[in-house]
């Protein structure tokens, strides 16, 4: 253990004379306060779970039921209608003195039975309120009575001053569609992709299926969406990421990019230490549960349950399945310089170091003049390469080297010093954006620990990053501990004039802990051969980001359309004029509206998207027409979201009958055919959660540009997008250059094009378009 390191590293104080340890009352009065604070963190853990375990309620209301019960009793009335005459006489019998103190303790318990009774006619209320959904399939900006009533009536049911976890109780479970629904729908989107005559085939299996399966794998899933929290989440979790046995970089991980036109301070030590002490301010609060709900329409609460394991969270890989490992607490992060891995403590004395003492630490590590020794440097490289492989070399060094690796895994996170810089640059914008979106993706293969739920990754000229590993969690939670660091550190923490820290060192703090790996000569070939796998993944991905600034979000609004479904059907224009033809498009959605949700499809690839570009590759077509179809296409496309953000989707129903099916040894055509589809396609947009920590209009350029992830397919693409403020849209595509059919400049090119095309349809995009192509010809 990496405490146990700790203790037999630590010499205590002696004497002047070299004699005895002096343990005096010092001493002591330390392992007191020590204990003090311990028992004040676990009270403060109970307390917060209590007063989650009651929300709505509070324990003043006991209080104030318990006064109304003894005023009713001292009015020589009977609420309880004899129930407490009858706790009164099973309680002991104190003798004639004590006859006033039983009559207090029946009303007390009394007043909590009734009290606990109350509490759970509330959670059972709030979450049949919960579970009505018909908010969500209104058109925008219209509200039909019924939604009106609800809405008051959450008002009423949710209680005032909520904590991250107060609605879990009241969540309603993830509805199992109906089985013949999902089919249909299922028919309905592989239509436009699908010849005549596989479609058939499609169709004649997909009956089939519904005849002799379906039913049985159903019943299953009812029953355990009647037993678990949640029908699909925890397999999903299993047998997509933990089960995988691919390497985790640039399959599963993802990364979260800095500020893009803007870098707080150029000095890296600094940046390192106002993010660390920030990222940890966010830790505090979690574990206090002062992190607010998320809520849709300033009312509906999302799942809180994925919060749980951001920090002090590895997946530990295993031969057949990994398994994520989650800690309490950590007092440390694992930091990676050079190919040196250190230990730096986070608190002292159990208070959390402040900024400038973290920046002390990072930079004595960048001060620090030893060299790696052999094969250190490219250790993490393991962590990139198969979990299988992975997993057995983990073993011999767990057995080797356990202190240093219980130093990484049990960290609060994953630093990494990048000795390079990154981020825009004036002379090559483009290129610097890729290259930058690479360093996060990637890395050199050697310089990520991508186990560790999340790293943060400082460059040489201040610039951060986030690289983080998928299977605890998905983007939007990762994407709101962000945006609080970002906002944290550059607005509330702050630098001095010169870029540092603001504050002053601490000299007395104990230099970072360097790490020490006795590597056996078997892993040597190992980590080279996981070093070649990782540089060949890393050297095939290509990535390419663009602001597009031609209009945002504010543009669309004026059109009256949805952003998302704007972005998602002109992607379907974009991508056909790259490939020439249409493909299974995977956009990922959330399902947090139930109890443990997590992600559900889209599939964007409609019969009325198709419509919508053939329309716009036939010149005989008008402006017209086409905006009559993009519009249907849009609307289509808003359907498909809000079902699936209900629980009405289709891939994550068919994925939990699948794995129903292989439990039962049951051989499905129709299934096979589901399970084996390519994404050539695959998107995701990343939004912005907490607006009101950055001040858009008066600091456009302090937003964070999103991110992105690596292609699904060997073939395809990754596209992510976020809306920075209200006229930007920044774009992350991801490739493989091994592939002949995609480029992603190539696309990205064609997506510019393809939003000023559709932008043109409306009268204000004329505008828009004419005075980009005025612009271009001045240029």
């Not at 310089?447 to 790293?455: E, G, V």
């Not at 498909?640 to 009405?648: E, F, P, T, V």
Request: hydrophobic fraction near 40%.
């Amino acid at each position: 253990m990496a405490e146990a390191h700790q203790a037999v590293g630590f010499r205590p104080s002696l004497t002047s004379d070299a004699g005895e340890v002096e343990l005096g009352a010092p001493v002591l009065h330390e392992i007191c306060l020590s204990g003090l604070r311990s028992w004040k963190r676990h009270l403060s853990r109970f307390w917060n779970d209590f007063l989650t375990g009651v929300f709505p309620a509070s324990p003043l209301s006991w209080l104030f039921l318990f006064s109304a019960i003894q005023l009713a009793c001292f009015l020589q009335l009977d609420p309880s209608l004899g129930l407490m005459e009858k706790i009164k006489e099973s309680l002991p019998d104190w003798g004639g003195q004590h006859h006033r103190l039983r009559g207090v303790l029946a009303a007390a318990l009394f007043a909590s039975c009734l009290w606990g009774a109350l509490i759970f006619t509330l959670h059972v209320a709030l979450r049949l309120l919960l579970s009505y959904h018909g908010w969500l399939l209104e058109p925008h900006g219209a509200m039909s009575s019924p939604t009106k009533t609800w809405l008051a009536l959450v008002r009423i049911f949710s209680g005032r001053h909520p904590m991250l976890f107060s609605y879990q109780r009241s969540l309603p479970r993830q509805p199992v569609p109906s089985v013949q629904d999902t089919v249909r729908k299922y028919l309905e989107s592989v239509r436009p992709v699908l010849s005549d005559k596989d479609f058939d085939w499609t169709s004649g299996v997909a009956q089939e299926f519904l005849k002799l399966q379906a039913s049985l794998l159903q019943w299953y899933l009812q029953l355990k969406s009647w037993w678990a929290s949640n029908y699909v989440s925890d397999w999903w979790e299993e047998f997509v990421y933990l089960r995988s046995r691919n390497s985790l970089m640039v399959n599963s991980n993802y990364y979260l990019m800095d500020f893009l036109y803007v870098t707080p301070t150029p000095v890296q030590a600094a940046r390192a230490g106002n993010a660390v002490h920030a990222l940890l301010l966010y830790r505090h609060r979690l574990d206090r549960q002062e992190i607010l709900p998320t809520l849709l329409m300033g009312m509906r609460p999302l799942c809180s349950a994925q919060y749980e394991k951001i920090f002090n969270t590895t997946r530990i890989p295993g031969v057949h399945r990994d398994h994520i490992r989650h800690l309490r607490d950590s007092r440390h992060v694992a930091v990676f310089h050079r190919g040196r891995f250190f230990r730096v403590g986070t608190h002292s004395q159990s208070r959390l170091l402040s900024p400038r003492a973290l920046e002390q630490q990072f930079q004595r590590i960048l001060d620090d003049p030893s060299p790696a020794c052999p094969h250190e440097e490219h250790l993490a490289a393991l962590t990139a390469a198969r979990r299988d492989t992975w997993a057995q070399v983990r073993r011999s060094l767990k057995t080797q080297a356990q202190e240093a690796l219980e130093a990484v895994e049990g960290a609060a996170f994953f630093v990494s010093l990048d000795s390079e810089p990154a981020g825009l640059t004036r002379e090559d914008p483009a290129a610097s954006l890729d290259a930058y979106a690479h360093a996060l993706l990637a890395g050199r293969g050697h310089d990520r620990w991508f186990d560790k739920s999340f790293s943060l990754i400082v460059f040489s000229n201040g610039k951060l990053g986030l690289s983080v590993e998928h299977s605890w969690a998905d983007c939007p939670i990762s994407g709101h501990m962000w945006e609080f660091t970002l906002a944290t550190e550059c607005f509330q923490l702050g630098y001095s004039a010169d870029g540092h820290c603001k504050g002053h060192p601490d000299p007395s703090l104990p230099q970072p802990q360097r790490l020490h790996w006795d590597l056996p000569d078997k892993i040597h070939l190992s980590i080279s051969l996981a070093l070649r796998a990782a540089k060949t993944l890393s050297g095939n991905i290509e990535c390419h980001v663009f602001p597009f600034s031609r209009f945002g979000k504010s543009f669309i609004k004026r059109c009256h359309l949805s952003s998302d479904s704007f972005i998602q059907t002109t992607l379907q224009l974009a991508h056909f004029r790259d490939r020439g033809q249409f493909c299974l498009t995977y956009e990922s959605t959330m399902t947090r509206l139930f109890l443990e949700g997590r992600t559900e499809t889209v599939r964007s690839c409609t019969r009325e998207a198709c419509n919508f570009v053939r329309a716009m590759e036939d010149k005989e077509k008008t402006d017209a027409q086409c905006l009559a179809l993009f519009r249907l296409a849009v609307d289509k496309h808003q359907a498909l979201l809000k079902a699936a953000m209900s629980g009405q989707g289709v891939d994550r129903h068919l994925f939990a009958l699948y794995v129903v099916s292989q439990f039962l040894h049951l051989q499905s055509p129709f299934l096979d055919q589901v399970h084996s589809e390519q994404w050539q396609l695959a998107t995701s947009q990343i939004p912005v959660q907490q607006i009101h920590l950055f001040d858009v209009h008066n600091y456009p350029d302090y937003v964070s540009s999103g991110g992105g992830f690596g292609p699904a397919d060997d073939h395809g693409y990754g596209v992510s997008y976020m809306f920075m403020g209200d006229d930007v849209i920044t774009f992350h595509i991801s490739s493989n250059k091994s592939s002949t059919r995609t480029d992603s400049r190539r696309l990205g090119q064609r997506i510019q094009d393809a939003l000023l095309d559709v932008a043109a349809l409306f009268p204000e995009g004329q505008r828009l378009k004419r005075r980009g192509l005025g612009e271009e010809d001045s240029g």
